[in-house]
Each structure stands twice: as structure tokens, then as C-alpha cells.
């Protein structure tokens, strides 16, 4: 089992930034990947970023050269850099651990962003 704990959430003026961190515990084996995914209301969840425990990254293209996506591993977090937000920005921020060997997905309790004037 793993265990995700989240925080960095909050309200942000547009082209504000927040960083969102998340940090995993118990059974941490490689190869895994952590990473982001966000839902906002009356759409479906959607990937934001995420980044393997070998150093790869990939990105939303709506998020692309604003966001930044980093891990740290010996402490088992990454962190969200997210930069020039927008008001579609806005929804729940989920962090997710991928265990590649058994192919499961454990997932955060959420984090609101709201980006509004």
C-alpha cells in the first residue's frame, strides 16, 4: 500500500502561481512514476504532468511551459510548479503514485486550485 499526503492548494489571482506538493509513504518500489492529474467540475479527470522514477517527464499540452513538474526522490514527494495560471486552470488537483511491477494506481485525496480575480 502507499499513501499520498498533498498540500500547496489554494485561490490565485490569474497569472499567479502556486506550488503543489505531494509526498508518498509505505511501499515505495521503482519503477514508478508520480504525477498529477486534475478534474474540473462537469468534466472528466485529465493527466496534468507526471514524472518517472527515471527521470522522465511528460506534460498536458495545455500546460506546457507554464507548469513544472519535479521529484525529489530520496523523499518520495514531487512537486507542481505552476506558473501563469489561468481561470480554466481551476479544479481539484489529484496526485497519483504508478507502481509499474503490479500496475496499480494509488491516488491523493485531492486539493482545490481556484484561479479567479
Known amino acids: 500500500q502507499v499513501q499520498l499526503v498533498e498540500s500547496g492548494g489554494g485561490l490565485v489571482q490569474p497569472g499567479g502561481s502556486l506550488r503543489l506538493s505531494c509526498t508518498a509513504s509505505?511501499?515505495?518500489?521503482?519503477?514508478?512514476?508520480m504525477g498529477w492529474y486534475r478534474q474540473a467540475p462537469g468534466k472528466e479527470r485529465e493527466l496534468v504532468a507526471r514524472?518517472?522514477?527515471?527521470?522522465?517527464?511528460n506534460y498536458a499540452d495545455s500546460v506546457k511551459g507554464r507548469f513544472t513538474i519535479s521529484r525529489d526522490n530520496a523523499k518520495n514527494t514531487v512537486y507542481l510548479q505552476m506558473n501563469s495560471l489561468k481561470p480554466e486552470d481551476t479544479a481539484v488537483f489529484y496526485c497519483?503514485?504508478?507502481?509499474?511491477?503490479?500496475?496499480?494506481?494509488?491516488w491523493g485525496q485531492g486539493t482545490q486550485v481556484t484561479v479567479s480575480s
Open positions: 497519483t503514485f504508478r507502481d509499474f511491477r503490479v500496475s496499480r494506481d494509488y
Open positions: 509505505g511501499s515505495i518500489f521503482s519503477p514508478n512514476a
Open positions: 514524472a518517472s522514477s527515471g527521470g522522465s517527464t
